[in-house]
């Protein structure tokens, strides 16, 4: 979940009638678990074959203070969940961007925890911005290029955009392929786009607009120290 679910725009930990949002959330959406049995908030973990999603809050323990969107408890359980993790890719999944300016706390953790114990295969996907977009950033505490998808198509956006990801474990070098879909027209009545052959890094803060019908592969070996 995110803001609009969860509280106000924006919201922090802070939130009045959190537990409200939280017992409303969990009774409308049939997710495997939420929290564990000793810390409160919508996260939970869970395998599609051998890629493993590990989805994470970004409200309930927000802190500007802090810089920390997912705060010490949750982010000692992503700890235990990446180490172990029997997962080729570890995709942490986030109601916003991971990498959003002034929350850097988390970035900087999750990057400790990847060096020391050697985790390859670690990306995120997020939402809440509204379009898609692929993020790839260089961190000095990451031991490999920190990699973000976006696929955020609902409301102000008029290109409604969506991604399809395909994974491939099995090749030997393993690989998931974006394609992000953008729509041709504001008709209610339209077609979707994808250019396979525009790779998105060739792009990124260069074409907005290309951005929502871009393709990029990642490699298992552009995630591994």
Known sequence: WDDHEYGVNDSSKYQKGKYNSLRAFTNLWANPSAGTSSLEGVFYSFY?????FIVCDNRWYRDRATESQYGPDQMQWLEDELRGSEGVFKIIVSGGDVMARGWAADMREIGNIVTRYGIA?????????????????DESNWPYKITQIT????????????AIINVDTESSNPFIRVHF?????????????????????????????????????????????
């Not at 994808?194 to 790779?199: A, T, V």
């Open 48 to 52: 599609r074959g051998d890629v493993h």
């Open 121 to 137: 295969g670690v990306l995120f996907c997020a939402g809440d911005i509204h379009r898609n977009e692929l993020k790839i950033k």
């Open 151 to 162: 696929s955020s198509g609902i409301a102000r956006e008029w290109r409604r955009p969506w």
């Open 181 to 225: 879909y953008g729509a041709d027209s504001t008709d209610e009545t339209t077609t979707w786009t994808n250019d396979p052959d525009l790779p998105c890094t060739s792009i990124v803060d260069q074409d907005r607009e290309a951005e929502h019908s871009c393709t990029e592969t990642i490699t298992l070996s552009s995630l591994t120290p």
